[in-house]
């Protein structure tokens, strides 16, 4: 069972829905991330939050809005999606504190597919 | 960037076979992982491994950080071993980078 869970496991949306996708860990860890993982591809790293702030975006689209509301919680807000974002979105997290390196924990993810 | 290869890309075993998978990366890491992602998408941690040799059961993975590769033996292959095998190297700090892969079947 993973330590990391993600709602929904799979969400249909069109070009045009807002939705959000959510992710709750309760080991007490500092660091949160999505990844994005196109089928047959590795996962790609999106986001990246540290003690609840911002830390990392590798240049991702606006129409993906992430939200970071307490130390356990981590929302991807999506709006005016294409496509081309259908994938599978992964949420970890880790107990590293910028000094000292530590594993990712990822959840299951949610299968995302825009019509 | 840090470039992160793996081999071989795709892998077909008979139950009951060994197998080694490689991790090439390009350039100094502070934290490398192994994950099997099985049929169903889950990312399941095998090893973290920045150096030296882990075991876990059938499963035994080696980083040589100094020459820059990874290895992964999986023993006495199993059908539920099947899936893809991502390796995947922190260069810096919280940005987890991922290999090309190596995608296992196992056939009874």
């Known amino acids: 069972d993973t330590e990391v869970t993600q709602t929904p496991k799979h969400l249909v949306m069109g070009m045009t829905n807002k939705k959000s996708l959510k992710c709750e860990q309760h080991?007490?860890?500092?660091?949160m991330y999505w990844y994005k993982q196109k089928a047959k591809k590795p996962p790609e790293l999106m986001f990246v939050?540290?003690?609840?702030?911002?830390?990392i975006n590798e240049s991702v689209p606006s129409r993906f809005s992430p939200e970071c509301p307490n130390s356990s919680l981590l929302n991807l807000h999506l709006h005016a999606l294409q496509p081309e974002d259908s994938a599978l979105y992964l949420c970890?997290?880790?107990?590293?504190?910028?000094?000292?390196?530590?594993?990712?924990?990822f959840g299951d993810g949610t299968r995302l597919s825009i019509l | 960037g840090i470039q992160v290869e793996q081999s071989p890309p795709d892998l077909i075993l008979q139950e009951g076979a060994n197998s080694t998978l490689r991790c090439n990366f390009s350039?100094?890491?502070?934290?490398l992982q192994w994950f099997h992602q099985n049929p169903w998408g889950q990312l399941i941690n095998l090893f973290y491994?920045?150096?030296g040799t882990k075991q876990n059961g059938r499963l035994s993975a080696t980083t040589v950080a100094t020459e820059r590769y990874s290895l992964l033996y999986i023993s006495s292959s199993q059908t539920t071993d099947s899936g893809v095998y991502f390796c995947?190297?922190?260069?810096?700090?919280?940005?987890?980078?991922f290999g090309t892969g190596t995608r296992l079947q196992v056939f009874p």
């Open positions: 970890a997290s880790s107990q590293g504190d910028g000094n000292s390196n530590q594993p990712q924990h």
């Open positions: 080991m007490g860890h500092r660091a």
């Open positions: 939050y540290s003690y609840e702030k911002l830390s």
């Open positions: 350039d100094s890491v502070n934290n």
């Open positions: 491994i920045p150096s």
């Open positions: 995947a190297v922190e260069p810096g700090t919280d940005k987890l980078i």
